[in-house]
């Protein structure tokens, strides 16, 4: 018995009249855990009952407690027939198991029923007394911590990374019961609410217990997902990362310790082998390696493997990571090898976070994705027979335990995608995948399971236990011994970047931060697909791929120049109905198809927008009755290190007309135009040439961010690049019939944001930087009906696409008031419910900031990176310039550099790596003045450092006071208070104190009076509005004031307009925190910008 | 391509003041866009009719939903299905609130039963407000109405508190209230140069007066009605001109007191008999007051008996506030008369009506 949860009842108000002769309630309560159920006593004849019951104590173990749910339902007292449900409240206790979460659940819960909606609210305490449980056997996983949130949250340190987690568990779904045609909808949706509760209490108790048995403490990026199968089941499958996470308590507490350099020099095992060319060139593309593979059944099974770029196929065997490492020095293949195998170690390297700690991330590969797709009918389960009789109708099924024998398993169907993933990131020469995410999308028996993430080479310290713990503390201590600088005169000691400072640093390649995730990780020679390389634009010292494709989020070293924005592919294609093998069939012959146009498209327009990189890219397959959907998005950037992106060349296939040529060359004047357009909206002024300034600290200014690049000594490839479209590495498109004439036209049709808004799906908008803390979150649900008779792709496909954009259009009207802002991760979500109907949801936060204190905050650290940095220390500023080898490509300094240098000083990126993260671009806007900059940054961050220290010690009796002011009893406080909600993981010009548990929830809503409640939108509008209020109520009952990392996993609507009903599923997570805001704290004298490095064209922020 | 379904929620509910007047206006969604493209929003934004539709259905929406807590304003406070920052709140109720004066003149003094509610359709031809917007109006006023029906306390203060008004409204309501208790009647031909404000007024100072809030706040009746006991004692003024002493007494009074004015040109002629007939008429308003039939017509025999009479002897307001400050003072001189509390309380009221009225 090693818990006891403890439940009050205080009062209740606002319930509806259920007595029509007094317009009165009588009302009582029933607390359920478990088996165990109390009542309050009858509170008769009032709306607003005070029952202010005693202490319902339940004794149960802590198995138990992470399991159950706390159900509390309302009725009214009936003498004379039975007591009438006003409704439940299913409360997680889950964040009072962990010491460091919250202590108390207290306040204003809405009363919900699932026909009614909310009706009234319910005031409840709840409390957890645990017993320490010595039982080295135990079932339970009390103390894991839970995170959605897809980075290592802010008041934590990462000691170690273990790596992939997951879980599934399996049930029958109550709306598939044959006790469901003679009970009620609502108590069939209590059931499925109710099972679904428990179903997501055990999955986390189970990964767990496997996090304790990776040693580790937490999980981050925990995602969990429930697919609806219909009679085949219902799954609830959960993916996360473990990790070993310490609380940030106190920022000066641990900053002396642990780290003298001669320490951290002795643990560093590795010399680097200084030669950048012998390991680790080659190009990394747009890569895509994606295998569809169709197994609708055991008996039955095909693959097929295609990467879509160029169609090349991926090789599965070979070229790992090993090939890469066999031309570098041995030490270097030791490093690779001994990363590999604490990779390896693990069954599957995957990694769900986005954001990683600085230096974390070494080389990333690009995007690998496996769908496959599966028949569910044909899983007939004996498990399932044997639960039908069984009376404990929601005992759960752990579908391991019973078809240990049983291949054709939910779990094996993944566990063959994470194979191919694993191999495909193989073949990139990867060890690793981040920002890995799974989903399905299912219609009638036809399911499409997807995986993708992005190949990537990490860091091997994160990944070990024990020698390397602290490492980032080490770091960011024994820099300042190590470069002795004199910030506040303006003196700059240049260190030169050479092999005894990566050797000394012991990182595995001395590449910059800004640059060095983009050198790609697979051999030059040996190339998994064609793509064209060329040196590293930043280091000069590396291959880097020519385009660069993501899952992930752009670190914040990176840097971009000028913004980025929101770009999406949409796609349709029709499909013929079939019933099971055939359906199956035909669905995995198209995906291939479709996932080359998604990509082309993707590719067209990234082009047409003059940048080089997408991250934070989700391609989402959805299918239907008689037709699959693809949406892809991503937040397109122009990052520095890469080349510059050709233009889009239209070549007709029909020479000899004129009229047609002549169409042609207005088509790809148009296009070109689209292109200098979006350049100068996107503000990308590509960097000038480094060596062009060289020796001149007063450079000319900004016209000469076009000019073409008239020499380049590092790199004979480059030294035709120019900037104009159309030359050698311009993109071609052949228009040879009229479906390719529709292609061009739409990618002309995209229509860029109205003035003063920008848009992305990345948690930050590359290139903006002074947020002001107003957040709009919001949900926009729209369902439309594809009315043609005889649809086309091509019809089909512009349907599409209009209702993508007009949905966006709306958006941007809907949120005029907060101009300028961004739309800060746009998630959309697309599903085909009925035949010719697709629902799209948007989720997504609009973030305001200063157009006026653009230039400025420009040229202070950046947000992000202080948002991360909740480590301060004692550090002076450095700049431990480059200078580079050839003195010739020598860098030259700039402001915004240390702009970065005190940013990532902050987060602990070892100086070495910072040392070549020189911004060109912002050179020479700002070079004039720098010596001054310099001397007020100093000032500033020194100023900042000492004032974070200070703030910190007052942050945390201030969030205690504000714990302490929550846990009084609410009963009389009549004002609301104020709950933000973001898709983000930090809410702007904001510090989050405490993170007080995941937020997990499932809603069923259904309607009998479809037209008396508004039809669809009045109702659908009303329960999304009761999703938010209740996700709210239970943040704020746990004493927080924010919700981060927000998602509504699931909206899953059908409507019978005939018979006037609707039913409506939605399920949103998210962390529950506490935020104290920044000015609250006094902390930094400036708004803290956002990206590392600021590009150039901030001056337009200002004209523009 | 149709949308069947399209909705925006936003964390904040988002509220548009433009289409929120819209929408009290009783405009349908169709009307209201159209109002909207009138307004240029299409120019500046550089959206199409479509974004605008979806717009202001969701915005209908979003009202047609906070409505029913409208109705109970602290509910809109306390409720959680919509997270508005105070000030907007406030804006919301006050908005919701706020009338057209027009309208609430010509329902001033009438029962707010469901008859009158029917008759809102003249009511709206002749004040040009919407018939939809009448009706909220309508529905606004009978349900202040009965929730202070009942109340002990100041009136103004009472719906202050339930319906979360800003002072100034709270006032108006009450004199709506307080109207629509005692039923004065305002219909009347002569007494169409009153506006809305003139009775607002009148029935403030009335309240502040006579009701018995303003002598015990612990009084037992609420403040809407006027106190019987006080009604009743207002018969013992009648003294005043049934006693032929007194009345020659308290004339010559107040003619003495008043000599620089009262003897000008004005008074000299016609108000040689003025103002024993003004005295009775001032005295016998507060006779009537007994008799429910008789209150109504409270606001018809000020005009009547005293505005009128003063009116055709050219007094200017100046005039009138000059007799009555003497005329309330001179009974203080009278021997015998015991009422004088009473007589100041009653006159202080019935001044300031007439101040208030007495324009053109």
Redesign the interface.
């Known amino acids: 018995m090693p818990g006891k949860l403890k439940v009050k009842i205080v009062a209740g108000?606002?319930l509806p009249v259920m007595d029509r002769a007094s317009d009165l309630t009588d009302a009582f309560v029933e607390v359920k855990f478990g088996n165990t159920t109390f009542k309050t006593d009858v509170y008769p004849k009032s709306l607003n009952p005070q029952w202010n019951s005693e202490w319902f104590k339940f004794e149960v173990d802590d198995e138990e407690l992470q399991d159950e749910p706390l159900q509390i339902t309302v009725l009214d007292h009936d003498t004379y027939s039975a007591n009438d449900a006003i409704g439940k409240v299913y409360i997680d206790i889950d964040p009072l198991l962990y010491s460091e979460a919250a202590t108390v659940i207290s306040g204003?819960f809405?009363i919900y029923d699932t026909i009614h909606g909310?009706r009234g609210?319910i005031n409840v305490v709840v409390k957890v007394d645990l017993f320490n449980d010595l039982n080295r056997f135990r079932q339970s996983s009390c103390g894991v911590k839970f995170f959605c949130t897809t980075s290592i949250p802010k008041c934590y340190r990462a000691v170690v990374i273990h790596g992939f987690v997951e879980e599934l568990v399996v049930n029958e779904d109550p709306e598939y019961q044959w006790i469901d045609r003679i009970r009620t909808p609502r108590a069939s949706n209590e059931a499925r609410q109710r099972l679904i509760s428990l179903m997501s209490g055990e999955l986390q108790r189970k990964i767990g217990l496997k996090v304790l048995e990776m040693r580790g403490n937490a999980v981050v990026g925990y995602l969990q997902c429930f697919d609806l199968e219909g009679e085949s089941g219902l799954v609830v499958r959960a993916i996360g990362t473990a990790c070993t996470l310490d609380k940030l308590s106190n920022t000066s507490a641990f900053l002396p310790a642990c780290n003298s350099p001669s320490k951290e020099m002795k643990e560093i095992p590795f010399n680097e082998d200084p030669n950048p060319n012998t390991y680790s060139s080659g190009p990394s593309t747009p890569l895509k390696n994606q295998t569809y593979s169709f197994s609708p059944s055991k008996s039955y099974s095909r693959q097929s493997s295609s990467s879509d770029t160029d169609l090349s196929l991926t090789p599965k065997t070979g070229m790992g990571s090993g090939s890469a490492g066999k031309e570098g020095g041995p030490f270097k293949t030791l490093l690779r090898q001994q990363t590999q195998s604490a990779l390896e170690q693990r069954e599957f390297p995957f990694f769900t976070l986005t954001t990683f700690p600085p230096g974390f991330l070494l080389h990333v590969g690009g995007v690998v994705s496996a769908r496959s797709v599966k028949l569910l009918d044909r899983i007939h389960n004996p498990a399932f027979v044997g639960i039908m009789g069984n009376t404990r109708s929601y005992k759960l099924l752990d579908w391991n335990s019973f078809n240990s024998d049983e291949p054709e398993t939910r779990d094996a169907w993944w566990a063959e995608i994470r194979q191919e993933i694993k191999s495909h990131a193989k073949a990139l020469g990867c060890h690793a995948v981040v920002g890995y995410s799974e989903s399905t999308s299912i219609c009638e028996e036809v399911c499409i399971l997807s995986a993708s993430g992005t190949a990537a080479v990490l860091n091997p310290r994160f990944l070990q236990d024990g020698t390397m713990e602290g490492c980032l503390e080490q770091r960011l201590s024994w820099q300042p011994g190590f470069f002795s600088i004199g910030s506040e005169k303006g003196e700059v000691d240049f260190f030169p970047q050479s092999q005894d400072s990566s050797s000394l640093l012991g990182i595995e390649e001395a590449s910059p931060p800004g640059c060095g995730f983009c050198h790609i990780p697979y051999d030059e020679l040996n190339m998994p697909f064609p793509a064209h390389l060329t040196y590293c634009y930043n280091c000069r010292k590396q291959k880097v791929p020519d385009v660069l494709f993501t899952t992930i989020d752009l670190p914040v070293e990176a840097i971009v120049v000028g913004k980025g924005c929101l770009i999406q592919a949409r796609l349709c294609r029709l499909k013929k109905k079939a019933q099971a093998e055939a359906n199956a069939t035909s669905i995995s012959n198209l995906l291939p198809f479709m996932e080359y146009e998604v990509h082309t498209q993707l590719m067209n327009k990234l082009k047409l927008r003059g940048m080089n990189a997408l991250f934070g890219l989700r391609i989402q397959i959805t299918v239907g009755e008689n037709m699959l959907m693809g949406l892809a998005s991503a937040t397109g950037v122009y990052l520095a290190a890469l080349p510059t992106p050709g233009g889009i060349q239209i070549a007709g296939k029909t020479p000899n007309d004129g009229t047609y040529e002549q169409h042609i060359s207005h088509m790809q004047k148009k296009i070109n135009d689209t292109i200098a357009k979006n350049k100068e909206l996107y503000e990308i002024n590509p960097p000038e040439l480094p060596e062009e300034i060289i020796g001149s600290p007063i450079p000319e200014p900004r016209q000469r961010s076009r000019l073409l690049r008239s020499q380049s000594e590092s790199s004979d490839e480059v030294t035709e690049l120019d900037l104009s479209h159309g030359k050698k590495d311009a993109f071609v498109l052949e228009i040879d019939d009229t479906d390719a004439m529709e292609d061009v036209h739409s990618l002309l049709t995209d229509v860029p944001p109205?003035s003063g808004f920008y848009s992305c799906n990345t948690e930050i908008m590359p290139g903006i930087n002074n947020w002001t803390p107003e957040i709009?979150?919001?949900?926009?649900?729209?369902?439309?009906?594809?009315?043609n008779i005889n649809p086309t792709n091509q019809t089909l496909n512009k349907?599409f696409n209009?209702?993508c954009e007009?949905l966006l259009?709306?958006?941007?009207?809907?949120l005029?008031s907060m101009v300028p802002c961004c739309l800060c991760h746009v998630n959309f979500t697309v599903a085909l419910p009925e035949d010719e109907?697709v629902?799209i949801a948007v989720t997504a936060v609009a973030i305001t900031y200063d157009k006026n204190q653009a230039l400025q905050a420009n040229k202070a650290p950046t947000e992000k990176s202080q948002q991360r940095a909740s480590t301060d220390n004692e550090e002076q500023l450095q700049f431990p310039l480059e200078l580079s080898s050839d003195p010739l490509s020598s860098q030259p300094f700039s402001p915004a550099k240390e702009a970065l240098e005190g940013a990532s000083s902050h987060t602990g990126i070892p100086a070495a790596q910072r040392a070549t993260s020189v911004d060109y671009s912002s050179f020479a806007d700002r070079c004039n003045s720098w010596i001054e900059l310099i001397k007020l940054k100093a000032q500033t961050i020194r100023r900042g450092s000492i004032k974070t220290t200070t703030s910190l010690e007052k942050a945390s009796p201030l969030a205690e006071g504000y714990l302490r002011h929550r846990s009084v009893p609410s009963g009389t406080n009549?004002?609301?208070s104020?709950?933000?909600?973001t898709p983000l993981s930090f809410l702007p010009g904001a510090k989050i104190t405490k993170y007080l548990g995941i937020i997990n929830m499932f809603f069923i809503r259904e309607t009998t009076s479809l037209r008396e409640e508004?039809g669809?939108?009045?109702f659908?509008?009303?329960f999304?509005?009761?999703v938010?209020?209740m996700v709210?109520?239970h943040v704020a009952a746990l004493g927080g004031n924010a919700v981060v990392s927000y998602i509504m996993k699931q909206c899953v609507?059908m409507e019978n307009p005939n018979k006037n009903q609707a039913q409506c599923l939605i399920n949103v997570s998210g962390d529950a925190v506490i935020f104290v805001r920044e000015s609250e704290l006094e902390v930094l004298p400036a708004p803290p910008p956002a990206a590392a490095a600021q590009p150039a064209g901030s001056a337009g922020d200002v004209t523009t | 391509m149709s949308s069947d379904l399209d909705v925006f929620v936003g964390n904040t509910t988002l509220i548009d003041e433009e289409v929120y007047r819209l929408w009290l206006d009783g405009h349908s969604v169709a009307e209201a866009v159209a109002r909207r493209l009138r307004g240029g929003v299409l120019e500046r934004e550089g959206t199409s009719v479509a974004v605008l539709q979806s717009d202001t259905r969701d915005h209908y929406r979003t009202f047609q939903m906070l409505e029913r807590l409208l109705h109970a304003p602290p509910r809109l406070l306390q409720q959680l299905l919509f997270q508005i920052p105070p000030e907007r709140q406030a804006l919301l109720v006050q908005r919701y609130y706020a009338f057209d004066e027009a309208l609430a003149r010509e329902l001033l003094g009438k029962k707010l039963s469901k008859g009158t509610k029917k008759e809102l359709d003249e009511v709206s031809a002749r004040t040009g407000v919407g018939i939809r917007s009448c009706r909220r109006q309508f529905d606004n006023f009978k349900r202040v109405f009965k929730a202070v029906e009942e109340l002990r306390g100041p009136l103004a203060e009472n719906i202050q508190q339930l319906f979360l008004l800003p002072p100034a409204l709270a006032r108006d309501y009450a004199a709506i209230v307080f109207f629509a208790n005692s039923r004065f009647e305002t219909g009347k031909r002569r007494l169409q140069f009153l506006s809305f404000g003139d009775f607002a007024a009148c029935a403030q100072s009335m309240m502040a007066h006579w009701s018995q809030g303003a002598l015990a706040p612990e009084a037992a009746e609420p403040d809407g009605d006027l106190p019987k006991s006080f009604l009743q004692d207002l018969k013992e003024l009648k003294v005043l001109v049934s006693d032929k002493d007194l009345l020659d007494q308290h004339k010559r009074d107040t003619s003495g007191m008043g000599v620089p004015v009262l003897g000008g040109p004005g008074f000299g002629g016609s108000l040689g008999g003025g103002v024993p007939a003004l005295s009775r008429a001032l005295v016998n308003v507060g006779g009537k007051l007994t008799h429910a039939r008789d209150v109504r017509d409270f606001f018809v025999d000020l005009v009547e008996k005293v505005i009128e009479p003063c009116r055709s002897d050219k007094w200017s307001p100046g005039d009138l506030r000059l007799f009555l400050t003497h005329y309330t003072a001179a009974p203080r001189n009278l021997p015998g008369f015991r009422h004088q509390a009473l007589w100041e309380r009653y006159m202080a009221a019935i001044s300031a009506c007439l101040l208030r009225m007495y324009h053109d």
């Open positions: 108000r606002h204003w809405p909310i609210e109205p709009q979150m919001f949900t926009a649900v729209r369902v439309s009906r594809l009315s349907n209009d209702l007009n259009k709306s958006l941007y009207f809907k005029r109907l629902q009549s004002t609301v104020v709950v933000k909600m508004g669809v939108s009045g659908l509008h009303a999304i509005a009761e938010f209020a709210r109520a609507f």
